[in-house]
């Protein structure tokens, strides 16, 4: 990626990886991708100085979002119908398949407050506390909707009762 | 479709389990959750499919990390990265930030394994206290040396260390002198003192800087004795902490130096430099002759990190967890 740090390549792709996890449309994900950019870009042009870079584009993003969600009534979705089938076909296993299916449906179904955060603390990685800060809310929101969130992930994730902890690998 | 569940763990407990997958407890909670998992399976399970949930969400989405970016986000990408550069002070490392969030870090694994006084940082929590510490440019609430009256710059500046002076330091009565550590030798010179705490005068962060603006910092603080006599040594990319503890008080030096700078520095602190701070009570806290400790040999071998042993096992550990993971609140505005 020519003269960008490893990190930085790392947090960008990552801020993809969460846009497109979170609205599911790869066209809106782009643009909030690099409307994240265009505007963190800004902020440092005007001297600001970012403690945590990472999380600081996170927040921006999801600030975009809030304030995209806020302004528009109808919000198009442009659904990427072979999202699912790209990232299964490599499984031979039925099982496991059947499982991811699962899994991204019900991903796609929690209500978007339990699936920002799954998405930034299990997927991102990010610790409670940056959660909270990208997010507005306080630790204790972030605890109590991972955890109903993945209550919620874990009951759908398989249409058999988990008999033996497989390693999906 | 598939069968639902019900939810099987609620509050409380459902969110301390939560958290313990997540490494977000205290060690005295996280024990307190291995204990009830170790009761309950159901508990032991909701914990394994929390571990499988990740991983599904990893299969899910982590080839959207390799595919390549847009023309228009590849250059957005080299622009960002040219302006963080350029904020920085023209390197690509190191960023203030990820050292001042890294030597935040230590300081208050140090304050949480009782190397610091834990009074130093009571007011505001810890982690945002410390990062205004290293945020602040001398000048600001730090006397600047040579920039306020200058008695005070002679009072707080020695060329001659383990010298005293006598001069009036700031609200201290005439008699009482202040030095403090030289290492000019070394290509720094201080840049600016702060008390860290108004009650403690024995309580100090001293601000170094060399000619390319690197920094260093050395914090003292009265320390508990028992704490024992091992040294903390460390280095993080272009960052280097070293922590000890000596007489009574406990050091910590940080900056963007390498570790042998840091160790001649400490040497310095230890063998050359006795400081006796004003204190409202008269005698309470001495300095003493340092021992011939200096840090020479104390290092254990090994690449970039080595770790103290001395009771401060679990400080250790939070710091590389903290490291890790760069566990530090944001400071962010309204976008």
């Known amino acids: 990626m020519g003269e960008a740090s490893d990190e930085l390549c790392a947090y960008v792709t990552s801020l993809r990886r969460h846009a497109l996890a979170l609205v599911r449309d790869p066209v ?32 921006i993003l999801h600030n975009i979002r809030a ?3 806020r302004d528009s009534y109808d919000v198009p979705v442009h659904v990427a119908i072979d999202q699912v089938a790209d990232s299964l076909s490599s499984c031979a296993n039925q099982e496991a398949r059947a499982e991811l299916r699962g899994l991204l449906a019900a991903v796609n179904g929690l209500p978007k407050e339990q699936r920002e955060v799954i998405l930034l603390v299990c997927l991102e990685g990010f610790r409670y506390q940056e959660a909270a800060a990208i997010l507005g809310v306080p630790v204790g929101t972030i605890m109590s909707r991972l955890s109903r969130g993945r209550s919620v992930l874990i009951a759908r994730m398989s249409p058999h009762e988990p008999v033996a902890l497989k390693k999906v690998k | 479709m598939a069968r639902q569940q019900t939810p099987r763990f ?35 399970r909701f914990v394994a499919d929390c571990q499988r949930l990740d991983r599904g969400l990893h299969e899910l989405f982590d080839r959207h990390l390799h595919r390549p970016l847009s023309q228009e986000q590849e250059s957005l990408l080299l622009e960002l990265e040219r302006e963080r550069t350029r904020v920085s002070g023209g ?26 006084a834990a009074g130093l940082f009571t007011q505001t ?6 990062i205004a510490l290293f945020e602040e440019a001398p000048g600001q609430e730090e006397r600047s040396v040579g920039e306020s009256a200058p008695e005070a710059a002679v009072a707080l500046y020695s060329e001659d260390p383990g010298t005293q002076v006598d001069t009036a330091a700031d609200g201290g009565g005439g008699e009482d002198g202040v030095n403090v550590p030289d290492f000019s030798d070394l290509g720094f010179t201080l840049i600016g003192a702060r008390m860290l705490d108004s ?21 003292f603080a009265p320390g508990a004795d028992d704490a024992g006599q091992s040294m903390t040594l460390m280095e993080e990319g272009p960052v280097a902490v070293m922590a000890w503890h000596n007489g009574g008080r406990s050091y910590s030096l940080i900056g963007e130096a ?27 806290d001495q300095g003493q002759v340092p021992d011939q400790r200096g840090g020479d040999g104390e290092e254990e071998a090994g690449d970039d990190r080595t770790e ?28």
């Open chain 2, 125 to 130: 929590p810890p982690g945002q206290s410390l």
């Open chain 2, 10 to 44: 609620e509050t409380p407990i459902g969110d301390k389990l939560s958290a313990y997958v997540d490494g977000e407890l205290s060690e005295a909670e996280r024990l307190e959750v291995e204990a009830y998992i170790a009761e309950n399976p159901d508990a032991a």
């Open chain 2, 91 to 116: 390197r690509a490392w190191p960023r203030r930030a990820r050292w001042m969030a890294m030597a935040a870090a230590v300081v208050l694994a140090l304050v949480s394994g009782g190397w610091l």
């Open chain 2, 308 to 335: 103290s042993e001395a009771g401060s096992g679990s400080a250790s550990d939070d710091v590389e967890a903290a490291l890790e993971n760069g566990a530090i609140p944001v400071t962010l505005t309204e976008d």
């Open chain 1, 28 to 59: 809106e994900a782009d643009e909030l991708l690099q409307e994240t950019m265009k505007s963190a870009l800004s902020s440092l042009r005007n001297g600001r100085e970012i403690l945590n870079l990472k999380a600081y584009l996170f927040a």
């Open chain 2, 258 to 284: 390498e570790r042998e700078t840091l160790l001649e520095m400490g040497r310095i602190v230890n063998q050359e430099w006795t400081v006796e701070l004003p204190s409202p009570d008269d005698g309470a």
């Open chain 2, 199 to 219: 009650d403690e005068r024995d309580s100090m962060q001293l601000t170094y800087q060399s000619e390319d603006k690197s920094r260093v910092e050395l914090f």
């Open chain 1, 67 to 69: 304030r995209r969600l």
